[in-house]
């Protein structure tokens, strides 16, 4: 009964998540990796949020990424957790704001979380982002099937479904991403610390207050300072930046 349930919970959410978004059609901006993604996110919203506006852009609350998380962060709604009740009330408020809301984000940055093989076209199913982000690729330790074949094949059908006139930022660090290039039909644009990057950090020291590097990108060079310790968040920071540059 419970699997019954969920199946059809999911199919609903779906469906209705389908719905808005053929309504609304936002700018969206997906996030993939093993790590790091919700770090992206949230510095990918604050420089969209400074140049566009609190209300004009939306991410996953709570890191909803997965087939049911996704849609309650399209649909801005909480989970149902264990309880039918709750559930009845998340379905209902779903369908009154896929069918009736009139105010919706024009922009959407979206993790999409991904752990077996099929996980990206269930996610892909729903939506369709403009941008895709690959942070990396790492080893899953919540699912002991997982691989790291498995991960970059499922972040692959993500680089590859971004349309000619969209963009793939991709993490030129890691070398299974780096690879992903060959899969894309957008205009790609590489980040990291190595050499190759279009938008690269160099000289990058730690001191009392956090960090400072050298950030390069389209023929510019700004000295950064970051009140953070670790380099996923200066990744974070170049992607936020490159991803305000498309916005």
Do not use: C
Request: proline share 3%.
């Amino acid at each position: 009964m419970k699997k019954f349930l969920k199946s059809f919970i999911q199919y609903y959410l779906k469906l209705l998540t389908k719905l808005v978004l053929w309504r609304h059609k936002p700018f969206i901006v997906a996030i993939a990796g093993s790590t790091g993604k919700t770090t992206v996110k949230e510095y990918i919203l604050k420089f969209l949020r400074e140049k566009h506006g609190e209300e004009e852009v939306r991410g996953n609350p709570k890191s909803y990424n997965t087939e049911i998380g996704l849609p309650l962060a399209i649909l801005y709604l909480d989970s149902g957790e264990s309880s039918a009740a709750k559930w009845i009330k998340v379905l209902v408020q779903a369908k009154m704001r896929a069918l009736f809301g009139r105010k919706f984000p024009e922009k959407l940055v979206l993790e999409l979380g991904v752990e077996e093989k099929g996980d990206m076209k269930k996610l892909l199913e729903m939506v369709r982002p403009n941008v895709a982000i690959i942070t990396n690729v790492e080893g899953s330790y919540t699912y002991s099937n997982s691989s790291l074949e498995i991960i970059q094949n499922e972040l692959r059908q993500l680089v590859s479904e971004i349309p000619e006139g969209g963009y793939i930022v991709l993490n030129n660090d890691d070398e299974r991403v780096r690879e992903l290039k060959g899969s894309a039909k957008g205009k790609v644009i590489t980040y990291g610390f190595e050499e190759g990057a279009d938008a690269r950090a160099t000289d990058s020291k730690t001191d009392a207050e956090g960090q400072t590097f050298n950030f390069s990108f389209q023929g510019k060079s700004e000295p950064v300072r970051i009140k953070k310790y670790g380099r996923h968040f200066v990744y974070a920071w170049i992607i936020a930046k490159v991803v305000k540059s498309i916005l």
